[in-house]
């Protein structure tokens, strides 16, 4: 299997390079009969796509998702479902001074390394753009999980060096950082100005919770359900860092404080975030992820052209000072393939098993 | 492809509970004509194997290692290779404390939900045991790996709250801790004396390097290098989070300082770890992961049978007072797995690609 | 992996219901730097399109092939590479007669079944029309194929009763049946005009042959290269036999006389068909195989409707006489792919042995 | 995935050199509590292993298979199973004049030519032996299946120019010819006979038929059902065709003749061979395919050595007159594996849609 197609059931595969035709994915193995249109869809790229705020980059893309196959008369068919966005904004650009630049932190060099020969135009496949692809999956994946009551959510804890004291997902829901601590927002504001002002970046760290997801999911010992979780978060553009459960402080803990003791009622704490063994245990999952700096920033910086010579480079053109907001529906999209893909592996080797909650009620 | 099975093309599959017969592992896809040898892995296996020191559960196993297919006079055939290691302490014992009882903190309660049939003795398919087979088979992409100069290392940078002041990836090879600071010596074994005396455990830090990786390995958008890695950290167990990079304090810089600027002679720092747009780009990787504190510990716990009856365990038997340390051979077999992996499957699509560095020598 | 993408490493996911929106295919695995166009795609999808001759169904498909990604400046990127056709002969029209009726022959009732759901327009996704993105795809392996000197050639040998008396490759290319005995045309023509004129249709026997083939192609012990062959084959619509070699007489033949000696210069005879043990043996590939006369037929049937009734069916429209002459650029593209994919994966494990030819030129 | 792994949820990986320690195989996602015991894949064993009558070769193995894994107090586990067969009749042999020498119509010359090194001790990995291990693994599959009233049932209709006049599934299981016609033993006998003394061998005729099978088994559009029993009859030693359904007049057959009416009751004949636009109908599943004649056989023939020199070579040792009998539990064990794997398959996508035949009971 080639390295554009996630998942094993549930399976997606995405194209398009960042100013080419079109960006679309096809989305194979998923179940009939589920109601899904072009509005389910695009409501969940609407929290995504650039240009919406003050913030984010000003690349104007409707961003509209058609509907190609797989679904009739408002329900999945089961065959392959392909959607399809085209690029608006592919306006004919002057592209000569990165068409031979390697730009700093980009992936630049390493694809011209790899395939001898890339799409210079907004990074081609390597940009950021690309994820709109995972974000229309996801919610065809979050249509069906929602229909089973599994709720994913995602939020931003921290950005730069301003910090959330506490976690509110519904505060995270109604600002335009994603921040689940609405007493930071001035702040906020005050360093987003500046970050604008002299065209820099900062990175920050995020958060996903999922609520009410069954027990038994996950395969172990390769595809336990927190390594295809770290696997999906890792996948998404400038993302360093992937934890589970609550890590910041376990070093500081004996495995008699780590251990989360159980009741008849559940467990006495959620340490382990949701995981055990690979596979989840009913509790939410939680997990942690951070995203560097984002890597397109005018700021002056050294790096060498395709000849080999030192040459100094801008990149032009308006940025996210802080990528990182945008990765939360991003995040949200992977888990919710992720789930949707072991639940289906779990229905597929476990389907006749009784997998009820060892708990009370 | 099943739960069980790691690599797309230098795919290895493993099997085996805790205290059943054998554990063993079949490796499809690997280059013919290889030279290797029973002690190649074996030496590698004696690194892990418990029973080798008063700080590693006392298991004496003597985890000799046969090879049964795939190699012939010597050399890899490039049919399956076949590796097993018999169970030798495998005595019938007692088990009725255990049984029908979910130890905290372990995996007992998932896979008895999951599978609603579960190999009680030591955890089954569960237990850490497991691991031996991926040091072996990480031995064969280990030797592959070093003939063409690649060259793996791990080390562990904080055991509790000892952290290590510097890495010395030499001093890393030489202490029972795989320490990367011999001044912290002394206090870890005052640590550890307590920590068996009070039957209780911590957690880890660890680090592993690669050096001289060729340009080009990885496989976007999904099967990234860094996304490979972070899937294949966070399958071992007790790992709850993996770092790409330097992320420790990325928060507090901004674009303009956390870029590797890129000169003739290549990057003036590594804050990416080696790897970009999840391709490598021929600097040292870098990674880190936390694992959590030891579950089987002496310490009596709180938890619930299999009739749903609140009750206490203590896990007895000597156990590891840090699992954390025995990790370091096998974070660094899977590394070797990644790589391995990534090297045929980046042969196979650019192969005929000149992928040699942008760098002056 | 599911059920829509065939290979491994040259991995094509397709899409599309026959009277839906579009089919489309994408591509991911090409090596990068192949050049390719739109018109090399094009071509070969005018060898299969419909509405060509008078003995080929008059449904009028411009089928244009559009590239949507993982081409630029005329070259592949080694990125995913998308190709969409527009169904532009959707018409709204009336689907009452066959919506709730099980066509015999056809896969109405197996979709049914399964999915519980499905399009019945023109067949929906069982639709013939599907191969078009099969000989789309199969274009792009051709180029590479032929730029290293493999060719595939398909014609027809059997259609009806009417058998070649011998196999003409050049003959095959100029006539509009495919077949490979010019002596036999004028009774084809006979044998359509009845059969057009009855609205009744007949199955047909074909063949591939694949000459320069390198030796060495094939992973055994399962995806052997004639078992990929056979799949590939047995994947086409009505295709219900397919055979490796010269097997018509092969229950006459004693050990001694079937094998195929060997000398200096190469093997005595090819009744291997060019493949031993399920590896390429340098020799000219040879298959065969049989497709069922065409389901479409006017001539009323026997079925039930969705509401187990018993009912009569008559498919209105033109249909091919004989779908099994359009499916000779299929079957040549399917064999293109699995070669492709084939080359792919022994470049992956072997890519640095010798695998020179053991004859002397 | 590598070569040497059939199926894609009920997965089977095989390993073992003919002559080399042991034969084993590694199943990954079989479903958790199904009863199995060694006996039940022994039975499967016994009906393929040779040294059983004059007919077959006199090797002597006791071929006794051991679980080493995944089998817990008589269940399986949900975890991989390990089945092994350690070979007992590998004394030191002389094999010098096979060594450098390739065997016509053996694969010896291509696995030399594809890897460069190889056993050449009765073949290594290319030996009919290998075929154990498809038993074994599909023994499992068999008694999930016999669970649920599935049956598979084999058997031979053509040894060499002997054919049955009639097929009966119950005198194929009391012969040791596999053969489906009684009337026939005693003229087979004298073929057997002269074949014997003479050294040489015959090809032969076979099929298997599947009864109550589901309807909706099956992947479109490349696994299809169909498909994927041609990948797996192809796959075996020395198969050179394979056919679905009822093909031996088809082309004598016009669309109204061979298409397949349907009733209340369900279809009035069935040419389909049970399989509709690649899904399973609920019909017999019918399929037949031929066996080439035995390659090891005494009679001299001419070949080269690794030299490239013209040598003469004769294959010593008995060995089978017709390797097709054996086919029978093998090819068994194939379409076992290709039901399960697709049982689970469509578990996993359509496991919550009714899927209840059309047709009054």
Redesign the interface.
């Known amino acids: ?6 998942g ?2 549930f ?1 997606v ?5 960042s100013h ?5 994915c ?1 989305i ?6 589920i109601e899904i249109s072009a509005d389910d869809i695009q409501s969940e790229l609407n929290r995504r796509k650039p240009g919406q705020s003050d913030i984010t980059t000003q690349r104007k893309e409707a961003d509209i998702v ?5 679904v ?2 408002g ?8 959607l ?1 966005i085209y690029n608006q904004d592919q306006r004919s650009k002057d592209y000569s001074n990165i068409k031979d630049v ?1 730009r ?4 630049d ?11 210079y135009r907004g990074g ?3 940009s950021a753009r ?1 994820t709109a692809m995972r974000v229309a999956a996801g919610a065809i994946a979050k249509k069906y999980l929602n229909s089973h009551g599994i709720q994913t959510e995602g939020y931003v804890s ?1 950005i ?2 301003i910090s959330a004291e506490y976690i509110n997902l519904t505060s995270a829901k109604t600002n335009k950082y994603f921040f689940c601590d609405e007493s930071k927002l001035e702040e906020l504001d005050a360093m987003f100005l500046e ?1 604008i002002e002299e065209g ?6 995020l958060g996903v919770r999922v609520s009410n997801c069954p ?2 999911l ?7 359900i ?10 998404i ?1 400038a993302v ?6 609550h ?1 910041d402080n ?7 404080e ?7 009622e559940g467990f ?1 704490s959620n ?3 949701g995981i ?7 509790d939410l999952i939680e997990l942690e992820f ?1 995203v ?4 397109s ?1 005018k ?1 002056t ?4 052209n ?1 000849a ?3 040459v100094k480079v801008e990149v032009t053109g308006r940025h996210d000072p802080c990528v990182g907001i945008r990765a939360v529906p991003i995040a949200e999209a992977m888990i919710n393939l992720v789930l949707m893909d072991h639940l ?17 009620n």
């Open positions: 299997m080639s390295g554009n197609t996630f094993k059931l399976q595969t995405t194209y398009g390079e080419g035709k079109a960006l679309g096809v194979d193995g998923c179940p009939p009969q058609e509907i190609l196959s797989g009739f008369e329900k999945t068919l089961g065959t392959p479902i392909s399809i390697f700093p932190n980009h992936a060099i390493t694809y011209q390394a790899k395939y001898g020969h890339r799409d081609g496949r390597s690309e921290q730069g060096s970050l820099n970046s900062v990175g920050a760290k027990i038994g996950g395969e172990p010992v390769f595809d336990k927190d390594a295809d979780i770290a696997k999906a978060i890792m996948s553009n360093k860092s992937v934890s589970i459960g890590v376990i070093l500081d803990l004996k495995g008699s780590a251990r989360d003791e159980i009741t008849k006495k340490n382990a975030g055990l063994g690979g596979i989840t245990n009913g951070i560097k700096p984002t890597s920033i700021s910086g050294q790096t060498i395709t080999g010579e030192e289906l592996r779990n229905q597929a080797q476990c389907g006749k098993v009784d997998q009820s909650s060892p708990f009370e």
